[in-house]
């Protein structure tokens, strides 16, 4: 994902199983990506089930690398064993464990059943010293608590993915050294509050993402999210940062490859891949 020129950005997590399935070929998507000027692409496993098929996307192109996770939705009906992860953990296209945490605004999954689950994940992040791909939903209260006391137990690395919580909770997350990711919902009319916390975030602790095919940015409301549109959430970013897109990308990279130690830069992408 090469753009010609310009900033290169890193879509830390985006689902191009989803994109997919709604009809929108990977080619075409890491094809528009690269004009988009997007470096690389993390795409994001949400069922154990359906790893192989996560896997098969990231060999398939020299800049998507992927996790390997059960979205807290799946905590139910998902098994999900530490085994399990640690042994899909180990493909070396695999960068992240997740996205686990906690998402009590659907419930989907009991709420223990979704704090089991994360607990495992943690451990393999742990164990693996792959960062934990978190995922909180009117559950801050819970996932903070969980994070503080597993952390406090053995250190592990890991990111807020689509962050919209509150400024408390940022820093809570910094403070353990936890990086933010920023979706398009910081472009939302409705997001005054979020912008201002983004504001207030470390610059060496913020990462960028699309969470495609859900929260196209604006102008894009309404659309399918992919990683092309990236750029739109980095504009908003960058002027709330006070810098430049071109800065702004050349610090969020820098800051993904501090924290996602496995992937590394595609030394060529195909131009017709």
């Known amino acids: 994902m090469n753009g010609e020129g310009g900033p290169m950005f890193v879509d830390s997590h985006c689902h191009l199983d989803l994109l997919e399935r709604k009809g929108q070929a990977p080619q075409a998507v890491v094809a528009r990506a690269r004009a988009a000027g997007i470096g690389l692409a993390v795409t994001i496993c949400t069922r154990l089930s359906e790893a192989d098929g996560i896997l098969a996307l990231a060999e398939s192109f020299p800049d998507v690398w992927c996790s390997i996770g059960v979205h807290p939705h799946e905590a139910e009906t998902e098994e999900v064993t530490l085994d399990r992860l640690l042994a899909l953990a180990s493909h070396p296209r695999v960068v992240g464990i997740g996205e686990t945490g906690l998402d009590y605004y659907y419930e989907h999954s009991p709420r223990q059943a979704q704090q089991e689950s994360f607990i495992l994940h943690i451990e393999a992040a742990r164990r693996t010293g792959l960062p934990l791909i978190v995922h909180t939903r009117d559950a801050d209260e819970d996932t903070l608590a969980i994070l503080r006391r597993e952390y ?19 820093r809570a997350m910094t403070d353990i050294g936890f990086y933010i990711s920023l979706s398009g919902i910081v472009t939302f009319r409705n997001a005054g509050d ?29 659309k399918v999210n992919e990683p092309a549109l990236l750029p739109h959430t980095a504009t908003m970013v960058a002027s709330l940062h006070g810098l430049t897109v071109p800065q702004l990308a050349e610090i969020t990279t820098a800051n993904f490859f501090r924290l996602f130690t496995r992937a590394s830069r595609a030394e060529k992408a195909p131009g017709n891949a």
């Open 194 to 222: 979020l912008r201002e916390t983004v504001r207030g975030l470390p610059r060496d602790r913020i990462l960028l993402e699309t969470d495609a095919p859900y929260l196209a940015p604006v102008p894009c409301r309404g």
């Open 152 to 170: 406090a137990a053995s250190p592990f690395t890991g990111l807020i993915h689509c962050f919209g919580g509150s400024r408390e909770f940022a």
